[in-house]
């Protein structure tokens, strides 16, 4: 069902790198770019291709150069690095469809913070891809008894992103239930939706109003004074004031769905951020993804409250 599309999203992915570096990349086997979920470039080092099976190098013997990897790096910045500095000193750039590409190189620190990076050493583009419908079973199982505030937890490229933008999706066209909700999508690095221009590059729904660029916290606190939301939904939450915000949006009645990064069962009973984020009370139950191995696939619910008094037992 996705074979063409997971093809028409590596190349999307590819020509975003600049024609040095795309031209190489477009021509290689479409099984490759189907299974393909990051495209690696590091100077002085071949392209690497990841995929479940580990790491490929299809050109092999053909090392990225210092002037390849430059122009890679002002591609991404679409020409204009000042427009973008701020993501670079967080680190990541996202670009097309939602596409993150990861930045290394030497950090520019000024008051103990990163403001900057000079000396791009490599590069990590993570390929966006949109499962229409992959959702569905996460959502049966986490809601069998009712919607509620959910934690999505996964190791990275187990799917967490792709899950809740299907989810916000089927949230707002009312696709499980029937009933259409509003729903607020904080997307602090353009991952979710993908806004250019003001219109979502990836369907987030008809009754979606995406919050582009604002800081988790700030965006969940501009959802409930603006857009009277039943939903709310947000990536890889944590922080300090993620949770102060957390608590005060379940407050004013909306529903929470947030992801957080989790490997393992053990995991989910350990985590210090997702521990806070049970305590708010705006969280009944967390499902954990298998993993890259089989994005988005769920591997258990969990109820919050036997996490929080250290059972790790099946729910769902």
């Known amino acids: 069902m996705y074979i063409d599309r997971d093809i028409q999203c590596f190349d999307e ?132 008894n009712g919607l509620c505030g959910a934690v999505i937890a996964g190791s990275p490229c187990s799917g967490k992103t792709t899950i809740l933008r299907d989810m916000a999706k089927a949230l707002s066209e009312g696709r499980a239930d029937g009933i259409r909700r509003r729903v607020a999508v904080v997307d602090e690095k353009g991952e979710l939706a993908a806004v250019c221009g003001g219109i979502p590059c990836c369907d987030v729904g008809r009754c979606t109003d995406v919050l582009d660029g604002y800081p988790r916290a700030e ?22 004031e993620d949770v102060a915000a957390v608590r005060m949006c379940a407050g004013a009645g909306a529903v929470l769905i947030m992801s957080v990064h989790a490997g393992s069962v053990d995991d989910l009973a350990r985590r210090p951020q997702l521990i806070s984020l049970l305590h708010t009370g705006a969280f009944r139950r967390v499902a954990l993804l298998c993993g890259r191995s089989a994005p988005s696939a769920v591997a258990g619910i969990y109820s919050s409250e036997q996490l929080l008094d250290g059972e790790v037992q099946l729910c769902g």
């Open 219 to 240: 965006g969940m606190l501009q959802a409930v004074r603006c857009l009277s939301p039943d939903v709310i939904i947000c990536d890889e939450v944590g922080a300090d």
């Open 13 to 144: 992915a590819a020509a975003a790198l600049g024609t040095g570096i795309a031209s190489a990349l477009l021509a290689l086997p479409a099984k490759l770019k189907r299974e393909a979920f990051e495209i690696r470039l590091r100077c002085g080092r071949p392209i690497a291709i990841s995929c479940a099976e580990g790491q490929i190098f299809p050109c092999d013997g053909v090392d990225v150069s210092r002037a390849v990897l430059d122009e890679v790096f002002y591609n991404l910045c679409g020409h204009a690095v000042y427009s973008r500095e701020s993501d670079i000193a967080r680190g990541c750039i996202t670009v097309g469809s939602g596409h993150r590409a990861g930045i290394c190189g030497t950090a520019v620190v000024s008051g103990g913070t990163v403001t900057a990076l000079r000396d791009i050493s490599s590069v990590n583009l993570r390929i966006a891809k949109e499962r229409m419908g992959c959702a569905d079973e996460c959502m049966r199982r986490l809601f069998a």
